[in-house]
């Protein structure tokens, strides 16, 4: 059969004769890789521009069209020792670039406004000789500056205030904006009646300061975004597709189409969701239900993404959305728990639903109190207004964020990815752990368990002959030994195992009755049931490998370290019981079921909820998609399913199991820490609020109050950083 | 003091032009790479690399 590579799909024109092709690349960390890369590139006939985003680990090529296929630079980057793979960057991480652009051009707008005005306000403040015409002057200057500054780096600002209140509801960026506007609105007034005090300084640095904690902020959160689109786009998930009767192509999973043929081969893991047209195997579906015994596959059988095969080649037939059963009750079951999720109200807008009706009647009764006690009107306008800067929510604006972005990025170094916004809030709360097992606390991929009593030299040989299998306990042997070198003159036999000739010997590997060892095989399979077999001949000599998906390295510690904390662990797989069990055991986890399916997943965890616990699930398969939405917060492994991942809150990285621990800590410090902050900027605001109620706020102090509680709330968000465990302190 | 009706807006004016400098510098895409920009600046151009497969033969 003729075989292709076709990646057009990504290639974009910039012209009439340029294209233009995106790349993550995996492995570039220095000025030496990136030069090796881009002079590689540029080095090709044809190729217009190489240039490497070292931040983003992204590679963009140009070159004329015509001779160049897209296929070749990555050949190339492989030949340079860098994996890469085409990159097409999804809607969301476009827009949240656009918006942190957006938020860096308000901050330059915002901070030239703060700077100069303070050159022009510390004059007045500092009073002196200065006549009243040269306040007048610098005042109007101030507003000359402000106004349109303000008006152009509050947006961010007056916008998502005016959505809450379209939605009737109440956000930090209310009463922020209300300040806002006031505030300059009486000192333009107040700059035409040549009064003494005005405020521009003061709104424009809290705009100035609200802008910065939210561009670092969303500066963390698009980084998150741009690793975890590379690591999706590493995945390099293609499918061999039917392009003619015997002709096929490899295509991205983005080029393939309801109702084309797809080519499954033995070792590959399905790509698309569809069914069986032609050709027999045996599938291992341990992906979406959990289960690890390997399920028959012929004509008609339903196939996911995320099935591997095992044994056969197969003819798949790519179906359209959600028509596969399991796949269309699992959508079914997500979409459900979706809508019945229960609305979390993210802290911050708790805060302020409080926090502004207080701080506004506040502001009014100031009003109407001064006009009682006999003040003019225009007095005690003013000094009401004076009320709503002081304690305009510079620190409580800050108080939250200022620590998610600080979370975020601790997080992000102990591996752990965060995909909802409010997730570390919820996270703070869990008090109990529902773990799947397949994927989740094992590893996904197999493992030799007894590989430490094979001599050396035969473990070697079978591994380099199992270099030539595709299939998956084959790869096992191969990975165990660390075979690098494949054997010459390998043979397959399908459905029983590959052979070589080895300095006159005959090397076989494969099935225990390819190889004569069923005895052997037999010993193994009866102490351990659960474990997968593969047998290996030299000559007349065997040894027998016994194969299983492995705990996570440090599964067993990580349990411990939650339970110590106080944190329930309850396991629920979709596996078989004597497999369940066994991974129970092996953790110390008293509560576990087996055999369960998705729906029972969710009746288990809605029972936990109506007892009261706060319910996190960590699962990766298909089939825990709808828990993973039902629970109140939930995570998975990187490896795990679309679908999986789509729904997770959390996304962890790695071999082993510890993110999740690292996830709960610094949720909890977190938590932690803003409610601190709040309580800081709510004990300065009973402070200050006094001093402006008595008239008593004049710029300067304003201004004062405002830059230092601030910086207090930032640098006491700084302390999320570092969470204490057990004594030693995660890095 | 006459003298800061000059000054004053001549002050502003500078700030506006730094203001000017960080728009069109964002706006030009130098702070897409912050890593690479900081290595490339001190790279060496003058190490060349083998040419590739095809040419090689």
Known sequence: MLMTRDFSHYVKDVDQQVAHLDLAVEGVTCAGCMAKIERGLSAIPDVTLARVNLTDRRLAVEWKKGALEPALFIDRLAELGYKAYPYEPVRAEVEESERSKFLLRCLGVAAFATMNVMMLSVPVWYGGDLSSEARDFFHWLSALVVLPCAAYAGQPFFQSAWRALSAKSVNMDVPISIGVVLALGMSLVETINHAEHTYFDAAIMLITFLLAGRFLDQKMRQRTRAVAGNLAALKAETATKFVGPDEISEVPIAAVRAGDIVLLRPGERCAVDGSVVEGRSEIDQSLITGETLYVKAERGTQVYAGTLNISGTLRVRVAAAAEGTLLSEITRLLDHALQARSRYVRLADRASQLYAPVVHATALLTVIGWVLAGASWHDAVVTGIAVLIITCPCALGLAIPAVQTVASGAMFRAGVLLNAGDAIERAAAVDTIVFDKTGTLTLPELDVVNGAGVPDEIFQLAGRLALASHHPVAAAVARAAQAKAPLPGVTEEPGRGVRATFNGEELRLGSPAFCGADAEANAILSEDPEVSVVAFSRGDRHTVFAVRQLLRPDAAKTIDALTNRGIAVELLSGDREPAVRHAAAALGVGAWRAGVTPAEKIAHIEALKAQGRVVMMVGDGMNDAPSLAAAHVSMSPISATHLSQATADLVFLGKELAPVLAAVDYSRKAMAVMRENLTLAIGYNVLAVPIAIAGLATPLIAALAMSGSSILVMLNAMRARRVRLGGASWK | ?57
């Open chain 2, 1 to 57: 003091m006459e003298v800061m009706v000059i000054l004053v807006p001549l002050a502003l004016a500078l700030g506006l032009l730094g203001l000017g400098a960080f728009l069109w510098s964002l706006k030009s895409g130098q702070y897409e790479d912050l890593d690479g920009a900081a290595w490339r600046a001190i790279s060496d151009d003058d190490q060349p690399l083998p040419p590739p497969a095809q040419e090689r033969g």
